[in-house]
């Protein structure tokens, strides 16, 4: 007799939940963006914006977290959107479109941390993107496995990601002044880079570097008692890497000159060279390295679940719902998202940072919010095991901060999210014209009524 075809396994607890989170959240952006945020603000005004970066992440934090808790399913946002605006009407709309833009944020995001893997190997430049593309390949190797295994090497990577921050700091402590926490009256060593003082800019590149924080969500189907783990990750791996981004930044900024910190483009291990001397900052290297690959190891778990996900239940191409007959793991989504990351590693690293937020800012970021706000008024009794704290304060300051994100000047950023948005309605509308299904379904006919008595 043939036993039943494997399904996802609960294999992950609170502390591997956590460090696929935080290795998620601390990849390879904040040592490439630091001396971006920098440029942007013109100098020590950077720290305003990992501060305003942590609220937001916080903030959406809370509404991703109350929505885990009451939808704990593979694929997270995915599941939120659908469920929200109506799993049948505009929900399926709205979680297609999600599934489109994840086809090209994902790999997006996963070569982002491939190309600042090659940048701090320090390759030469024509090597860059065939270095990050082997990067890419490598990491879906290793996650051809259980799942439980992963749990467990996430942990190694875990502890390595918080040594390369924690060396940075740790070196930089010694010489930490008070001047970088009063951001407010540092002055401009050069003009930020737009009308409101650069903070657009900055505050997009400080919250690239802490997404992440969601995903736990894309494995709940694989997390050991969801509804409490779920938003205990959450809110603890924001708060970790919220102290330590600033740290880092304070630490940095003590070290180098503001001019160096602002153009270098190794601005973190050459303040470590500075402060601890060589040796220590060819350790430091290394641990970036480290940070970067286990950074793209989680990318590339999460958003495979959200594939699978979506192809399990019918709203996306079927072909990403095959999992490993014994390993129970989506070799299809795994494979696709490595695929194209390994070409978009050939785009410039600018453009790839700013087409991840150019495109996610609406959907799913957006639409996210508006929806956790929608079920609390459609669905007041239902059952919510975390409720995001001082509602709905969290959800309205998100909700400000990603539209001021998208619509702020000088970015560039609305083209290319538009455009992902009408090629993927025009993508859905089109597979459910041919498989009849909303908007063109047939109406469901009306019951007889019942003969007068």
Same mark, same amino acid.
């Given at each position: 007799?043939?036993?039943?075809? !494997?399904?996802?396994?609960?294999?992950?607890?609170?502390?591997?939940?956590?460090?696929?989170?935080?290795?998620?959240?601390?990849?390879?952006?904040?040592?490439?963006?630091?001396?971006? %945020?920098?440029?942007?603000?013109?100098?020590?005004?950077?720290?305003?914006?990992?501060?305003?970066?942590?609220?937001?992440?916080?903030?959406?934090?809370?509404?991703?977290?109350?929505?885990?808790?009451?939808?704990?399913?593979?694929?997270?946002?995915?599941?939120?959107?659908?469920?929200?605006?109506?799993?049948?009407?505009?929900?399926?709309?709205?979680?297609?479109?999600?599934?489109?833009? %994840?086809?090209?944020?994902?790999?997006?995001?996963?070569?982002?941390?491939?190309?600042?893997?090659?940048?701090?190997?320090?390759?030469?430049?024509?090597?860059?993107?065939?270095?990050?593309?082997?990067?890419? $390949?490598?990491?879906?190797?290793?996650?051809?496995?259980?799942?439980?295994?992963?749990?467990?090497?996430?942990?190694?990577?875990?502890?390595?990601?918080?040594?390369?921050?924690?060396?940075?700091?740790?070196?930089?402590?010694?010489?930490?002044?008070?001047?970088?926490?009063?951001?407010?009256?540092?002055?401009?060593?050069?003009?930020?880079?737009?009308?409101?003082?650069?903070?657009g800019i900055a505050l997009a590149f400080a919250v690239y570097d802490y997404l992440g924080y969601y995903n736990i969500c894309y494995?709940?189907?694989?997390?050991?008692? !969801?509804?409490?783990?779920?938003?205990?990750?959450?809110?603890?791996?924001?708060?970790?890497?919220?102290?330590?981004?600033?740290?880092?930044?304070?630490?940095?900024?003590?070290?180098?000159?503001?001019?160096?910190?602002?153009?270098?483009?190794?601005?973190?291990?050459?303040?470590?060279?500075?402060?601890?001397?060589?040796?220590?900052?060819?350790?430091?290297?290394?641990?970036?390295?480290?940070?970067?690959?286990?950074?793209?190891?989680?990318?590339?778990?999460?958003?495979?679940?959200?594939?699978?996900?979506?192809?399990?239940?019918?709203?996306?191409?079927?072909?990403?719902?095959?999992?490993?007959?014994?390993?129970?793991?989506?070799?299809?989504?795994?494979?696709?998202?490595?695929?194209?990351?390994?070409?978009?590693?050939?785009?410039?690293?600018?453009?790839?940072?700013k087409a991840i937020l150019s495109i996610r800012a609406l959907v799913p970021f957006i639409a996210q919010v508006a929806g956790a706000?929608?079920?609390?008024?459609?669905? !007041?009794?239902?059952?919510?095991?975390?409720?995001?704290?001082?509602?709905?304060?969290?959800?309205?300051?998100?909700?400000?901060?990603?539209?001021?994100?998208?619509?702020?000047?000088?970015? $560039?950023?609305?083209?290319?999210?538009?455009?992902?948005?009408?090629?993927?309605?025009?993508?859905?509308?089109?597979?459910?014209?041919?498989?009849?299904?909303?908007?063109?379904?047939?109406?469901?006919?009306?019951?007889?009524?019942?003969?007068?008595?």
């Amino acid at each position: 007799m043939t036993s039943p075809a !494997p399904g996802l396994r609960r294999e992950i607890g609170l502390w591997q939940g956590t460090a696929l989170n935080v290795i998620d959240m601390v990849g390879v952006g904040p040592f490439v963006t630091l001396p971006l %945020i920098l440029a942007a603000m013109g100098g020590g005004r950077a720290l305003g914006a990992w501060l305003l970066g942590a609220l937001l992440a916080i903030c959406d934090g809370l509404v991703t977290a109350e929505l885990s808790a009451s939808l704990p399913r593979a694929g997270g946002s995915y599941a939120f959107l659908r469920e929200a605006y109506g799993p049948e009407t505009w929900g399926r709309l709205v979680s297609f479109l999600f599934l489109f833009q %994840i086809v090209f944020s994902a790999p997006l995001s996963i070569a982002s941390g491939a190309l600042g893997f090659a940048r701090y190997l320090r390759v030469p430049m024509s090597w860059e993107a065939p270095t990050a593309a082997l990067v890419c $390949g490598a990491v879906v190797l290793l996650l051809f496995r259980k799942v439980g295994d992963i749990g467990r090497f996430s942990v190694v990577l875990w502890a390595g990601v918080l040594l390369a921050v924690g060396i940075v700091i740790a070196t930089g402590l010694p010489h930490l002044t008070v001047e970088p926490f009063l951001f407010w009256k540092a002055p401009l060593v050069a003009p930020p880079t737009e009308a409101l003082g650069g903070i657009g800019i900055a505050l997009a590149f400080a919250v690239y570097d802490y997404l992440g924080y969601y995903n736990i969500c894309y494995l709940a189907e694989e997390v050991v008692e !969801p509804t409490k783990t779920i938003p205990r990750v959450i809110v603890g791996s924001i708060a970790l890497v919220a102290v330590l981004y600033v740290l880092m930044n304070a630490c940095v900024v003590s070290v180098l000159p503001m001019k160096t910190a602002m153009t270098s483009r190794w601005a973190v291990t050459e303040a470590v060279e500075v402060a601890a001397g060589k040796p220590v900052a060819l350790v430091a290297t290394a641990l970036v390295l480290w940070t970067a690959f286990a950074s793209i190891f989680s990318l590339t778990l999460g958003y495979s679940r959200v594939l699978y996900a979506a192809g399990r239940d019918g709203n996306f191409f079927a072909a990403f719902a095959r999992l490993h007959p014994t390993g129970g793991f989506p070799t299809v989504a795994l494979m696709a998202l490595g695929g194209a990351a390994m070409l978009f590693c050939f785009l410039p690293l600018g453009v790839v940072l700013k087409a991840i937020l150019s495109i996610r800012a609406l959907v799913p970021f957006i639409a996210q919010v508006a929806g956790a706000l929608l079920l609390r008024r459609r669905l !007041p009794a239902s059952a919510r095991p975390f409720r995001m704290w001082l509602y709905p304060l969290p959800a309205l300051v998100a909700l400000l901060l990603w539209v001021f994100i998208l619509f702020s000047p000088a970015k $560039g950023f609305q083209a290319a999210g538009a455009i992902v948005l009408a090629a993927g309605t025009v993508v859905y509308l089109v597979r459910a014209r041919l498989r009849g299904e909303w908007p063109f379904a047939a109406a469901t006919p009306a019951a007889p009524a019942a003969p007068a008595a």
